[in-house]
């Protein structure tokens, strides 16, 4: 066998091959094609018996399908994917999205989506001129659902919004067969776009990682997300450019800065900053096409304007504290904080997520008024909440 071929082994001694001419002379070879689970090659047995004969070697009965091939074939079954639902989207009309939210994900004090809520959330985006919503990425804290909840609020948002607001669907995950499913879940359901992230904690090596996005892939328009600070993982170009020919590759959430931005665009490669403290320069500088975004959950407007309306580079320098005061932890914890405090979401939280400290909530409230209260979603009065205003859930 050479050097680099898989091995495979079946529970007996016996081999079952799937055709007659096998059987030659007690000693024989399997062949399987490059697609194949054993690779290009062949596979040696010491006794490969044809199922079609018995023990005797005399033939009487018509040959089966080996174990190999029946599962080949299963791994060469089409992904589900329905294009009757009116939230189709074209992968076209993805890459030309400027201004993309990750919206938050409210909850109610029983750890429940509060829907009524998240339905304000993404009216106030709708509003404001955002073009697309993540639902359930890490802003939304995806990564603490279910993927029975996950796809009903993916589901809830595409059935309220879909015709408003394209919604991407966060469906990624460390496990090839989980990213499958929820992508074929998510767009039964009617997401525009799935969102795609790089196996992570586990890890695993640049083909693996190819193989794991060449399996989503087919099912719909999808954007890859690139964030070595929580995967462990850079996504490197020779990935992303491996997979930028397949017609279902809409483009990619790069947080890897400017630089790397900038290698992407001059190929062609549409490109989302991953990075709110860096997307004015990534649009106006390097050719980036826009930006999901967390700071637009809160100042949707100015975002709007920072994105589409031209270089401003005196708004760009307005709203860096802000940003830096949102990402002083790992998000979403400084996002969480501020909705809390602006009136737009009950102050509840899922561990393992917690609210900023009482000094930095009482610097959100002069940010506020630095910026403008009207700039900000909501209409009630920002507040400094206590320590006791914050609900934390342990389950939920």
């Known amino acids: 066998m050479a050097a680099g071929e898989a091995v495979a082994f079946l529970p007996t001694r016996t081999v079952i091959s799937s055709g007659h001419a096998c059987c030659k002379g007690g000693k024989s070879s399997m062949s399987f094609g490059s697609s194949s689970l054993f690779g290009s090659g062949s596979y040696s047995s010491g006794k490969l018996i044809c199922s079609g004969h018995n023990i005797n070697g005399k033939c009487g009965r018509r040959p089966r399908r080996s174990a190999v091939v029946r599962a080949e074939l299963m791994q060469a079954s089409r992904p589900m994917r329905s294009f009757e639902n009116r939230t189709s989207t074209p992968v076209e009309e993805v890459k030309k999205l400027t201004l993309i939210t990750a919206i938050k994900t409210p909850y109610l004090e029983d750890g429940r989506f509060d829907l009524p809520a998240f339905d304000r959330l993404t009216n106030l985006q709708i509003q404001n ?46 496990a090839t067969w989980e990213a499958v499913y929820a992508t ?10 799935a969102l795609h992230i790089n196996p992570y904690y586990g890890k695993t090596s640049s083909a693996g990682v190819l193989a794991h996005f060449n399996s989503v ?60 403290d860096e997307c004015h320069d990534a649009r106006w500088d390097y050719g980036a096409q826009g930006v999901i975004s967390v700071v637009s959950n809160l100042v949707p407007g100015l975002m709007h304007q920072l994105l589409l309306e031209g270089r401003d580079p005196k708004l760009n320098a307005k709203l860096q504290p802000l940003i830096k005061w949102l990402f002083m932890e790992p998000n979403p914890i400084g996002l969480n904080t501020a909705l809390s405090q602006l009136g737009l979401i009950q102050p509840v939280f899922r561990l393992p997520y917690v609210p900023l400290g009482i000094e930095q909530r009482q610097q959100f409230v002069q940010i506020v008024e630095d910026i403008g209260r009207q700039h900000f979603v909501g209409d009630k009065d920002v507040q400094v909440l206590e320590d006791d205003d914050f609900l934390l859930l342990h389950r939920y």
């Open 129 to 174: 001129g955002v073009e697309g919503i993540i639902v359930g990425g890490t802003t939304g804290e995806g990564q603490l659902m279910n993927w029975t909840d996950h796809i009903m609020l993916i589901g809830h948002a595409c059935v309220c919004f879909g015709d408003k607001i394209k919604v991407i669907g966060n469906v990624g995950s460390n």
């Open 217 to 276: 892939l087919d099912m719909g328009p999808t954007v890859i997300y690139n964030v070595p600070g929580r995967t462990g993982q850079d996504i490197s170009p020779a990935i992303i450019e491996k997979i930028a020919g397949h017609c279902n590759f809409a483009g990619v959430k790069e947080c890897m800065g400017n630089q790397r931005v900038e290698s992407y665009t001059k190929q062609g490669i549409t490109i989302w900053s991953g990075n709110d």
């Open 184 to 193: 074929e879940q998510g767009f039964a359901v009617g997401m525009a776009a």
